[in-house]
């Protein structure tokens, strides 16, 4: 399979992202509260995709959202056919179609994902404050967060688990 060289800020970006799919693997196998997960789920699709937007060699934008434009990025209708059906069989799709399919699917999910973060949230459930700041009603502990509901008990938030995995184990292959 083709590795890609990263360059020097993708392979810092990469390796915070790893970490955090680490700790994440840590969290789920030990059935950390959702909070937890989800927290560290956040972040490493947060830089995952910011080292894949550094193989330019300029920095992408200051955000805590890039997920979905990351997955935008690899089903680009502008790369030739062949890279596409490439990147496609790295994520497990026998075809790009396939591939577009479910990014279309999974789109809503990623962006409640990235709504996690706390400088997004707003006054919304974040897996570190779940509760209107003046009103607090539950503990993040046992907050029942919606998208933590969708990816464990989906079809397509599993298989969003599991993008999510290859992104960071097969990094080098698509980056």
């Not at 810092?12 to 955090?20: I, T």
Request: charge should be positive; charged fraction near 20%.
């Amino acid at each position: 399979m083709a590795k890609n060289k990263m360059n020097r800020s993708q392979e810092l970006w990469w390796q915070q992202a790893n970490s955090d799919f680490s700790i994440w693997s840590l969290l789920n196998a030990n059935d950390a509260g959702p909070c937890h997960q989800l927290h560290y789920l956040q972040m490493l699709t947060e830089k995952i995709s910011k080292a894949y937007f550094w193989r330019t060699g300029k920095p992408p934008r200051k955000s805590h959202v890039g997920f979905v434009d990351f997955l935008r990025s690899l089903g680009s209708r502008s790369l030739k056919k062949s890279e596409r059906n490439r990147i496609a069989a790295i994520f497990g799709f026998k075809q790009h179609e396939h591939f577009e399919s479910w990014m279309h699917n999974v789109t809503p999910l990623i962006h409640e994902l990235e709504r996690l973060a706390p400088a997004l949230a707003g006054d919304g459930p974040n897996p570190e404050y779940p509760w209107p700041y003046l009103a607090p009603q539950h503990s993040p502990t046992t907050y029942p967060f919606h998208a933590w509901t969708a990816l464990t008990s989906s079809t397509q938030g599993r298989s969003l688990i599991k993008f999510v995995e290859t992104a960071v184990k097969r990094f080098a292959e698509y980056g």
